[in-house]
């Protein structure tokens, strides 16, 4: 799942904008699933889909997005698929089943044992895909495995084998000339760019994401369902749009979003209107702007409240929570929190609850209550430190604790909890962790006296804020890049139209040139003896060449007239019609008459002449 959100600066932000993105990355909930009920699901899985099927799996597959791991239904949900798939032996449904459970664990990227679990699956899937004999069906399951190892390194921090599976990805999906795959591996190679800061390859790949999605809606145009495919066009705008909000390009971030909104709407995706929703409601909070911040998320809330879907919502409470904590209105926030008791019942039913008591350690410190703040700390503190990964999350909280420390005056736990913090920073590979934590271990040790020590991470900051001040200076450069490449893409579409308009007056030139054939030949024709009957039926035909091509050289000027509204154009066409009926039969009557009667008279003129 991806993030717009960034920390905004603060050891207090950042250490609270963790909790909020880490309640955001558990929300799965999508509104297409929502509106079916899970009783009505349940109910086709027994009556319609008895036996493993694709169709089974799908909708067990929904089933499982509405739970989290830690509930006993997910557990069944996922025991009940692979017993089924095991039992068929069709290795399709295998794979099919071994990737869904792996996607869905993997999706809970703040959770390392959910990670793990995720990695199990997709080396079955893969397994099963690269056996021996297998068939030409499975190598798809390749494709998305390498995208399952990919998400797997990136939730590990391992960015650089991430990408090495991203390749491989689009090397076999191009070898298969398979666009929705080329079009999924490149959104997730996208997203492994973004998390090495590449943003010039990050952005070529979320063009190539775009294209391949359209691509694969031509290739499906003539398909029943086209559901699976509108979402993935839509995504690619979406996605777009958050590029350009991480850009800081915020105007060009609301083109695509409001874009993927009227898509989405036009082809009833509601998911994407909620989230294209929900991401302009960002946007205008990124700009400062709260006041239509708080509009978009209240449009968003009230769809959900349209679509029946109330479980939608909580996004949007922990959005607002979020946005509190980051705006130094921790007040607010603890009220909205208080006011909200579904957020409370999502974390208590997640296991989220030491997340509440970093939160409550804040309140205690703002308050100066703190051995209180500290007896909140020191409970969440197994819990964060117990993780495998997740090197942010446990930046964020030591660095929380080492201004807690450094307020009570504890020189010494203070610099201990702050080396600790270097090295979660290190190992986050973040240049701006990097930077405060340096910054913070330059004042600590002035306080204790070690200048030594001091100087040294003082040197450390000067250098990590030259990285950042470099990294800057590379952004107004992709900026160029950026505007490059959409003038490019212009100045292709301007080549592309003229192309078009050139072939056009070629064609054209070509269909009057046969048009003045066909009367020639007709003049000629009834110079000689040849039966009034053929002479007609040549002419009929000829007339109705000659007055076709007429409505065709008036179409795109009634489209342009009528903004090609169906009724508008039709009307006109009637009318053209009307007007050009009696005259063709009158210039039909007036050349046979003529071809047949007048001609033939003239004709042994011009031989006595001779």
Not at 48 to 66: D, G, H, K
Not at 472 to 477: A, I, M, N, P, V
Not at 482 to 498: L, Y
Not at 551 to 560: G, P, S
Request: glycine share 4%.
């Amino acid at each position: 799942m991806k993030s717009n959100k960034k920390p905004l600066g603060t050891i207090l932000h950042n250490g609270l904008l963790s909790f909020c993105l880490l309640l955001s990355c558990c929300l799965n909930i999508n509104a297409q699933d929502y509106l079916v009920k899970d009783d009505s699901l349940i109910f086709l899985l027994k009556n319609n889909y008895p036996t493993i099927s694709p169709e089974r799996i799908q909708i067990m597959a929904e089933l499982i997005s509405r739970h989290i791991p830690d509930q006993p239904v997910y557990d069944s949900l996922i025991n009940n698929m692979i017993e089924g798939a095991e039992e068929s032996r069709n290795r399709v449904l295998l794979c099919m089943t071994y990737h869904v459970i792996a996607t869905s664990y993997l999706s809970y990227d703040q959770k390392p044992e959910y990670t793990e679990k995720g990695k199990a699956y997709a080396d079955k899937c893969m397994q099963i895909a690269t056996e021996p004999g297998g068939n030409g069906s499975l190598n798809e399951y390749k494709v998305v495995s390498f995208l399952n190892y990919s998400r797997y390194y990136i939730n590990t921090t391992q960015y650089q084998k991430a990408l090495d599976y991203n390749n491989q990805a689009i090397s076999l999906a191009s070898a298969l000339g398979s666009d929705s795959l080329l079009c999924l591996s490149y959104d997730a190679i996208a997203y492994t760019w973004s998390k090495l800061s590449n943003k010039l390859s990050e952005f070529q790949a979320l063009l190539n994401e775009r294209d391949f999605a359209e691509k694969t809606l031509l290739d499906n145009k003539n398909a029943k369902d086209k559901s699976h495919v509108y979402s993935m066009v839509v995504g690619s705008y979406s996605d777009l749009g958050s590029f350009y909000e991480e850009s800081t390009d915020y105007e060009k971030a609301k083109d695509f979003f409001a874009f993927s909104i009227q898509q989405a709407r036009e082809w009833g995706d509601h998911n994407q209107v909620f989230d294209g929703l929900v991401a302009l409601g960002q946007v205008f909070f990124e700009q400062k702007n709260e006041q239509l911040g708080i509009l978009y998320y209240k449009k968003a809330q009230d769809y959900a409240d349209s679509l029946g879907v109330a479980e939608m919502k909580i996004r949007i409470y922990f959005d607002l929570l979020n946005h509190y904590f980051n705006t130094n209105n921790s007040a607010k926030g603890f009220e909205y929190l208080n006011s909200h008791p579904e957020i409370m019942d999502f974390i208590k039913n997640f296991g989220l609850v030491y997340q509440l008591n970093k939160l409550y350690a804040e309140r205690q410190r703002i308050n100066k209550n703190y051995d209180s703040a500290m007896y909140f700390l020191r409970i969440a503190s197994p819990f964060e430190y117990g993780q495998k990964a997740n090197f942010g999350e446990k930046y964020n909280f030591s660095m929380q604790m080492a201004q807690l420390l450094k307020q009570m005056g504890r020189l010494p736990e203070e610099r201990n909890t702050l080396l600790l913090a270097n090295k979660f920073a290190d190992s986050a590979q973040n240049l701006k962790f990097m930077k405060d934590v340096s910054l913070e271990l330059d004042s600590v040790y002035q306080q204790m006296g070690d200048f030594k020590n001091a100087q040294v991470y003082l040197q450390n900051y000067d250098t990590y804020r030259d990285s950042i001040e470099t990294l800057s200076k590379q952004k107004d450069l992709l900026n160029i890049e950026i505007e490059n490449e959409n003038k490019r893409a212009d100045q292709q579409k301007i080549a592309e139209v003229e192309n078009k308009r050139i072939r056009n007056n070629v064609e054209y030139l070509g269909i009057t040139a046969a048009l003045a054939t066909v009367f020639i030949i007709l003049v000629i024709l009834g110079v000689f003896k040849i039966s009034p009957s053929v002479i007609k039926a040549l002419g009929f035909f000829a007339f109705i060449f000659l007055f076709e091509f007429i409505v065709l050289l008036l179409d795109t000027q009634i489209h342009e007239i009528t903004q090609g509204e169906p009724w508008k154009v039709l009307g006109v066409k009637i009318v053209i019609i009307a007007m050009l009926l009696p005259l063709h039969h009158w210039l039909e009557v007036k050349m046979l008459h003529y071809l047949t009667f007048k001609v033939h008279k003239i004709k042994p003129k011009i031989f006595d002449k001779k």
